[in-house]
């Protein structure tokens, strides 16, 4: 049997905070409150098993990521000729290879794989209880949008092509495109979540073969952004303010793949089964 299981567990955290007696203030050119996370496992379990009458073979993988992102501006005047950004971006991909191999000539093989793949955690902007004034003068602010590297619509999947590049899309990652936001204030909140599990298992007797294999994907956890309580160019007027951007955005893609073969001179048995859960 093979066994495997991998956790990464963090919190990444950018702030500007005062207190309810002490404003936090900051005049510059440009201001920055960004948090950024990038969390990547991969787990490859194989087991197999030979015997003169009998072989089991198996493998079970876990794989858990919880990462917490927060860009906080909280009680605090921020002026900026060019642009006042607050920005949290995070990243989560778990990758989950397994197999098993059973066979004998005897009486019974008997192989399975089990997976259980989980993503959770959120990702913040918050902007509360401040006096911001972004004039927007110093260019553009550039964010990182999510995008799949197989982009679609429901139009395009029509013909042969277009069905061999959805199969293409469901098992890459995801990509990220620069986006040039406008000069001035902007909140902008992403995060995207890749699961790919797959697990095959095979085996072979002279009477009996039963071989199973299940995945479970989860996929939970929360991205936003608030702006509360917040003054957003109050001084100045429509022509001397710079431009406003408040902006979530949250990609998942979950991806499964099983096989299962048995061989047996009386009695095979082969069977797969996949749960997948965004909440």
Do not use: C, P
Request: no cysteine; aromatic share 6%; charged share 20%.
């Amino acid at each position: 049997a093979a066994l495997g299981g991998d956790r990464i567990n963090a919190n990444t955290t950018a702030e500007v905070i005062g207190d309810s007696t002490t404003t936090s203030k900051i005049f510059a050119r440009n201001i920055e409150t960004k948090a950024t996370a990038d969390a990547d496992i991969l787990n490859i379990a194989v087991g197999a098993a030979g015997g003169g009458q009998v072989a089991v073979a198996g493998s079970f993988g876990i794989n858990m990521i919880e990462d917490n992102v927060y860009a906080n501006i909280t009680n605090s005047t921020l002026g900026a000729y060019g642009n006042i950004a607050a920005v949290t971006q995070s990243d989560e991909r778990i990758r989950n290879f397994a197999g098993a191999l059973s066979a004998t000539f005897g009486v019974a093989a008997v192989g399975g794989n089990v997976a259980v793949n989980k993503i959770d955690g959120k990702t913040i902007t918050t902007v509360e209880g401040s006096d911001i004034t972004a004039q927007g003068n110093d260019g553009g602010y550039i964010t990182y949008g999510a995008v799949s590297k197989g982009e679609l619509n429901a139009d395009s999947l029509k013909s042969e092509e277009s069905k061999n590049k959805a199969a293409k899309f469901q098992i890459e990652n995801f990509e990220r495109k620069a986006v040039n936001n406008k000069g001035g204030f902007i909140a902008d909140s992403s995060s995207t979540h890749a699961i790919q599990a797959v697990l095959v298992t095979a085996g072979g007797a002279g009477t009996a073969a039963v071989e199973l294999g299940v995945d479970v994907n989860l996929v939970g956890g929360a991205t936003k952004t608030v702006v509360k309580e917040t003054d957003i160019n109050k001084a100045l007027d429509a022509v001397d303010a710079g431009s406003v951007a408040i902006k979530a955005v949250d990609f998942t893609n979950s991806y499964s793949f099983l096989v299962n073969a048995a061989v047996a001179g009386t009695a095979a048995v082969a069977g797969a089964g996949a749960v997948k859960i965004t909440a």
